[in-house]
């Protein structure tokens, strides 16, 4: 049988590179695995960049809602998904639901033949025991949320010290830990856990440019329009209301140069709430839904300058944003808040500025002041892909993953 196919799938060897041990290597994710969610991009590019080295690798999510493919094929990656039917994984109602995902992502371990196994996010984290004792088998720990329930609010906060407590216990024992910022990185080797290494969010060879791209601030250069924007699944707390009254700001002071383009999907309980928010900002913005990842460099390519408001609160505080390392390496500038890593690397790379989104008149300056100053938008965008190419290429994260795999094995 044929399965579903997902994107594209070239030969292994794009990075320049195969490993001379092809392993055999499971992915564990308590998603659906889908081409729209936030995460999908880093745990679908690393499998993919470990396929182009020659491992064998096959993604283990789970069906929630019991309306996508048993099994599919992404990108040459296979994913099988467990059907346990949760339309959320939030509170303590759900820990039966836990139950069954561990129960039956196992049983899928136990009846393949794996060399090593990644599992992703503090949902999953106590299955490394059980993974290591009953199939001998190494197991990298992936936390990819700093703090992924730092948006609970109410009485489940009463139940935070208790998860965060779970986590530690569970991710000293696995045999390495990856993570995407120095914050994180400093909390585990606190905790004393081992091999604990940075694997970041950036995009792959499809999902960005390789070349600088002549011509495209031309037009900015000679004053013509500067289109913001921001790329990615829109939900409440992303900063999207901020966005959308510092560019009416803007706007205002600059309706001949100042567009906005907005895209991505919409997560379904804010879809009335977005529709209303973005009505009265339609002057000067374009607007349209979901796209692939393969997508993104055409979408960039629309525009000049990407605008990250993210909230200073606990949920994004500490992380460091593929949308970041998507804008950089498509030619963008980026104005944003400095969580994570972010101020730092702004500072030292000068791909743009840092703003404060409960100030939202630093938005506003912000992008004034590339409209007032035109030559800094190609001079800092310039900066940006630089770097892209260098500290920040997919290639990086590629060795990074085999050497780890490859250490943990033994």
Not at 16 to 41: D, H, K, M, N
Not at 61 to 70: D, H, K, Q, S
Not at 282 to 302: F, H, K, Q, V
Not at 349 to 373: N, S
Request: hydrophobic content about 40%.
């Amino acid at each position: 049988m044929t399965l579903p196919a997902i994107g594209s799938a070239p030969e292994p060897g794009l990075g320049g590179v195969i490993t001379p041990r092809p392993l055999r290597l499971a992915y564990c994710i308590s998603r659906t695995f889908e081409r729209f969610q936030g995460t999908y991009g880093r745990y679908c590019g690393q499998a993919r960049l470990l396929r182009d080295l020659g491992h064998d690798v096959t993604v283990f999510a789970v069906n929630r809602e019991m309306n996508l493919p048993e099994d599919e094929i992404h990108f040459g990656v296979r994913v099988h998904r467990v059907p346990v039917r949760s339309r959320s994984w939030g509170g303590p109602k759900n820990f039966l639901n836990f139950r069954k995902m561990h129960r039956a992502i196992f049983h899928c371990l136990a009846a393949g033949r794996f060399d090593a196994v990644k599992v992703i996010g503090q949902d999953l984290s106590p299955m490394i025991p059980t993974i290591q004792r009953r199939l001998k088998l190494p197991v990298i720990f992936d936390a990819h949320e700093p703090e992924i329930y730092g948006f609970w609010t109410g009485p489940r906060r009463l139940l935070l010290p208790i998860i965060y407590g779970l986590e530690r216990r569970y991710s000293r024992m696995a045999d390495a830990v990856q993570i995407t910022g120095n914050w994180q990185k400093n909390k585990y080797e606190q905790w004393g856990c081992r091999n604990v290494t940075i694997v970041g969010n950036q995009p792959l060879w499809d999902e960005r440019i390789e070349t600088w791209p002549e011509g495209k601030f031309d037009a900015v250069r000679r004053g013509g329009p500067v289109t913001f924007g921001r790329l990615g699944t829109v939900y409440k707390g992303t900063g999207l209301h901020e966005l959308l009254e510092a560019f009416a700001r803007v706007y205002a002071k600059h309706p001949d140069r100042a567009r906005l383009r907005l895209a991505g999907k919409v997560a379904e309980y804010y879809e009335d709430e977005f529709a209303r928010t973005v009505a009265p900002y339609r002057n000067g913005i374009i607007l349209s839904g979901a796209y692939a990842t393969t997508d993104m460099p055409a979408l960039y390519a629309e525009m000049h300058i990407s605008v990250l408001p993210y909230l200073n609160d606990a949920n994004f505080r500490y992380i460091n944003p593929s949308k970041f390392y998507d804008s950089i390496a498509n030619a963008c500038v980026v104005v944003m808040t400095p969580i994570g890593d972010m101020g730092e690397i702004l500072s030292r790379v000068h791909c743009g500025r840092t703003i404060d989104p409960e100030r939202i008149e630093t938005i506003v300056q912000a992008m004034c002041h590339y409209l007032e100053h035109p030559d800094e938008i190609e001079r800092d965008a310039r900066t940006g892909f630089e770097a892209s190419l260098g500290e920040f290429h997919w290639k990086a994260n590629q060795r990074q993953l085999e050497e780890t795999f490859q250490q943990i094995v033994g």
